[in-house]
């Protein structure tokens, strides 16, 4: 489902940077995104992600107006490529949402650099 869904379904997509105790159900998950990021959950059809120290598996929280739906994606070759840097919540594009499904670095790996003039 997450890695052929229509980003255009979310209204929103975050991801919690770093690591998850992916043992943590919907109330455990919730209460991380109301008391670590002040965000409000309840707003229809908002995905937040979340990674354990296995870059394997995810779960996503999604509020659909009547209740929470939990998901749970393990893929069986390869990985996740998930920002462990960081405690934030960051919001996803579109395009960093494809991405992250199909295992790519949601922030790009080349950057652009100023060279110094040379004499």
Same mark, same amino acid.
């Given at each position: 489902?997450?890695?052929d869904?229509d980003?255009?379904?979310?209204?929103?997509v975050?991801?919690?940077?770093?690591?998850?105790? #992916?043992?943590?159900?919907i109330?455990? #998950?919730?209460?991380?995104?109301?008391? =670590?990021?002040?965000?409000?959950l309840?707003?229809?059809?908002t995905l937040? #992600?979340?990674?354990? =120290?296995?870059?394997?598996?995810?779960?996503?929280l999604l509020?659909?107006?009547?209740g929470?739906l939990?998901l749970?994606?393990r893929?069986e070759s390869g990985?996740?490529?998930?920002? =462990? +840097?960081?405690?934030?919540?960051? +919001?996803?594009?579109?395009? &960093?949402? &494809?991405? #992250?499904? &199909?295992?790519?670095?949601?922030?790009?790996?080349?950057h652009d650099i100023?060279?110094?003039?040379?004499?």
């Amino acid at each position: 489902m997450l890695k052929d869904a229509d980003h255009s379904y979310f209204a929103d997509v975050y991801i919690v940077c770093g690591y998850t105790d #992916l043992r943590f159900g919907i109330d455990s #998950l919730a209460a991380i995104i109301e008391r =670590r990021f002040h965000m409000n959950l309840f707003v229809p059809n908002t995905l937040f #992600l979340f990674c354990g =120290r296995s870059s394997t598996k995810i779960k996503g929280l999604l509020w659909e107006g009547d209740g929470f739906l939990l998901l749970y994606k393990r893929v069986e070759s390869g990985h996740f490529t998930w920002p =462990r +840097s960081s405690n934030d919540l960051r +919001s996803l594009s579109a395009e &960093q949402f &494809q991405w #992250l499904m &199909q295992g790519f670095a949601i922030d790009p790996v080349i950057h652009d650099i100023t060279p110094d003039n040379s004499t």
